[in-house]
């Protein structure tokens, strides 16, 4: 068995060392250079790794992800591929635990997933596809926040921490550009408009994220993001004074998943005292099973 990761990476000099040295061990390592200016391939070489391709100049950035991802996989020859970010980095043992799964995986099985934490607040976490059978017809789809077509994820082997790259912030308007390309013809779309929500929250446009959110949930099957997008509605109608529709909000999260430890808090703090006690005594006992991210309740 022929473990290879695949990193997509632009102008990631100070993090991508740190990356690498994490999956030092895995048979192969591809690195797809979608434009770098900086000295990203420098600092790759410097680390004389014997196992890794610096692959420059192969690939013109489309504002895909998806399509970034797909022509990594192209290069790669393993069994298996990780598929790792150059911000983020796999936990000491993730390597070691990852073979020994994929040693004995069924070959029915086309998808792992990895339990994946936030590297400056680990209390966030979530599960996400990241190990892929190779020439198995599986592929990343959607040009951001992007999936896999196949997902027999199961239970998640391996730990990643999502780095925070500055370089984000030099094209901070990127992910809701290209989200918005694909509204554009897709209107209705759950999961384009629970990110979308997501994106106008944190510019702070609460009307638009309010809109998208209530979209996401009018069309959604999905049930753990029906949840989120609901507990996300609450808090903006909390913010928007609308306390009876944040309370609304919030408990038809609940209804959704009673184990909802987020929205348990948050509905305490909608309360009145003698009904908040009642919220966090049962917060206490959430597991949060069956969640979409697990958020810090700081």
Known sequence: MKLSVAIICKNEEKLIARALLSVKTADEIVILDTGS???????????????????????TWKDDFSDARNASLSHCTGDWVLCLDADDFMSETSVSEIRSTLEAAPWSRRTYSCLISDEGNTQYTYVYPKIIRLNAGVKFTGACHEGTNIND?????????????????????????????????????????????????????????VHHFELCIKHSSHLAERADAYLYLSKLYSHLKRSDDARTACSQALVINANFKEALIFMSKLSFEHNAR?????????????????????
């Open 153 to 209: 994820m199961g239970a998640p082997v391996g730990r990643m921490f999502l780095g925070h790259s500055e370089n984000h912030n030099t094209d901070p308007n990127r992910v809701l550009r290209i989200l918005s390309k694909e509204l554009a013809s897709n209107p209705l779309a759950p999961r384009l408009n629970y990110y979308a929500g997501r994106e106008h929250l944190h510019s702070k446009n609460y009307l638009a994220a």
């Open 278 to 298: 009642q919220w966090r005594a049962m917060a206490e006992l959430a597991t949060n099973e069956g969640v979409l991210f697990a958020r810090s309740l700081a």
């Open 37 to 59: 200016t900086d000295e990203t391939e420098c600092v790759v070489a410097s680390l004389g790794l014997p196992n890794v391709r610096f692959l420059k100049e192969l690939y």
